[in-house]
């Protein structure tokens, strides 16, 4: 069935390194979020990309972080450079938005637990 | 700034007893909520939703109940099995957002065989 994918599942550097993280939304999606889960802040969306354009980036710190969708099948986060705070999961969520106005459901992957040290 | 948060941070139950999740929002201008359930290394995965014209609905074994007067949001479970274990979220579409959401804290729910 399908489903979201992310990769690498688990992630250790070391701080000071990049990091890329990658997620395949499920096919024919349109939509592609970006969230942060950790145990103090809970869950936080980073990025929203509609139709590959990056259309809410405000919940991402912009010094060292990036977010991308280099083609339908792609989306990527970069932290450059990584530092100890970062460390959390990072969930990517996929979905179609059809209607205008119409809030529509978001599809989450299995994440990439990261781990900077 | 305004957030959803939830009474109880966990909660224990007997297998087969009904589960009760309890949740409050406080942006009166959210018109869409919903909750997710998320198990031990997997991303939260969606379980119901409602929107703001009505204030109950039900799924397979889950009813959603919404009390836009207190700004409260309750997740049932009947007959609560081991597989139920996991931690349950609300969230809300921020501010009538039609893609952000904003997510309560969680409750850790555990079934007891």
């Known amino acids: 069935d399908a489903r979201v994918t992310q990769t690498p599942r688990h992630k250790v550097t070391e701080m000071g390194q990049e990091v890329t993280m990658r997620c395949q939304p499920i096919l024919g999606h349109n939509t592609v979020f970006w969230y942060r889960q950790t145990m103090m802040q809970g869950l936080e969306l980073l990025a929203y990309f509609r139709n590959r354009a990056p259309l809410d980036d405000s919940g991402m710190p912009k010094d060292r972080f990036s977010a991308e969708m280099p083609d339908a099948t792609l989306a990527t986060l970069k932290i450059q450079p990584s530092e100890p705070r970062d460390s959390a999961v990072y969930f990517c969520?996929?979905?179609?938005?059809?209607?205008?106005?119409?809030?529509?459901?978001?599809?989450f992957g299995p994440g990439t637990r990261l781990t900077v040290l | 700034g305004e957030s959803v948060g939830l009474h109880l941070p966990t909660l224990s139950v007997q297998e087969g007893d009904n589960s009760i999740i309890n949740c409050a929002y406080s942006?009166?201008?959210?018109?869409?909520f919903i909750w997710y359930k998320q198990e031990s290394g997997k991303g939260p995965q969606f379980i119901i939703d409602i929107r703001s014209n009505m204030d109950k609905r039900q799924g397979q074994r889950v009813t959603v109940l919404l009390n836009k007067t207190v700004k409260h949001l309750s997740l049932q479970i009947a007959a609560t099995q081991p597989g139920d274990s996991a931690v349950y979220f609300c969230a809300e579409n921020s501010g009538g957002s039609n893609y952000k959401l904003t997510f309560g804290k969680g409750t850790l729910l555990t079934v007891n065989p």
């Open positions: 969520a996929s979905g179609q938005s059809r209607l205008a106005g119409a809030y529509n459901e978001q599809f």
């Open positions: 942006n009166s201008a959210s018109d869409y």
